[in-house]
């Protein structure tokens, strides 16, 4: 049960990384790497876990002491290695790329392990090579070994992976060792409290408490969905079976979400309800196939969504979709 709440607690800390700031890639003499801000309670442990990188050599990488520990804001240069990056194939979270002036998919290959320009252009839904000045555009995914990644979709290698340097990771300590533990119990602890104070405050809302979002209207992400239809027009429009799964985003700023398999996270979704035609719009947040709890279901609705919706059922029930 703990291994199962850290591993969502990991998820969903990726999720929010990449919902704050889109994931993008830097280089160095060092090579490839990501910038992130340390937040309040974070440590070598936790964001080493995070982004899959051992903390004894993030505190290496950017040459800090591990034990005079983090300060909230700093900036830390997190390591793309072959642990936690890949561009063989879709898998993960996208990580991006903002194009220089005059640059095409041929230079910008070159400048990232060579990875195919067919590729880039299927991640992009490109029609050819040519990219506009400052379009950011994805050039791998950020793999987390040991959970449930957020994958868009797992397609077959085409051609030969790119052969990247293998980073040996350091031993722990352990003195370190019993730290990383520590820290990993009060991690799953305090999830697990906060996932029973959910359960009791936000029980689920169509039929016992008829609660509903305090925005009215069809979603915060509306306006996006807009903007993505002009890029890419709507082209799946289908009839699926929904579940519901509790989270407390949405009632106050109808920020809805949803987990979909094979989209791509951070699409946004349409949701109508086919029995009143309500509809409000969703964000992807990852897949949920190879969960027993999912069989039968081809997406799972944010309940603060489902109750904008009126949904009146709480196991399985039939919506529309499209993007």
Known sequence: MKQLILSLFLLFSVAAIAQKNELLVKSSD????????????????????????????????????????????????????????VQDRMNGTSIFYKVNDGEDLAAISKKYNNVSVEKLRSWNSLTSNEVKKDKKIIVGFLSNEGIKSMAITNQPVTTKPVEKPVI?????TKEEKKQEEKETKEEAKAEEKAIKKE?????????????????????????????????????????????????????????????????????????INPTNNKAVYAKVLGEMSGIRQNEGLNIRISNAGA??????????FIVKVNY
Do not use: C
């Not at 040996?168 to 722990?172: F, G």
């Open 30 to 85: 060092k090579g490839l790497y990501l910038e992130h801000k340390v937040e309040a309670k974070q440590s070598f442990y936790s964001i080493g876990r995070i982004y899959h990188i051992h903390p004894k050599y993030l505190a290496t990488y950017n040459k800090l002491d591990m034990n005079k520990g983090l300060q909230i804001d700093q900036k830390l240069r997190i390591p793309l290695t072959d642990s936690n990056f």
């Open 168 to 172: 040996p990771e350091p031993e722990l």
């Open 199 to 271: 359960e009791k405050k936000d029980p689920p809302p169509v039929i016992k408490e008829k609660r509903k979002p305090a925005v009215e209207g069809q979603g915060y992400f509306q306006t996006h969905f807009e903007q993505q239809i002009k890029k890419s027009p709507v082209s799946k429009d289908a009839t699926v079976t929904s579940g519901i799964f509790k989270t407390t985003s949405g009632w106050q700023d109808a920020k809805y979400y949803l987990l979909m398999d094979a989209v791509q996270p951070g699409t946004i979704v349409k949701i």
């Open 307 to 316: 109750a904008a919706l009126e949904i009146t059922e709480q196991d399985k």
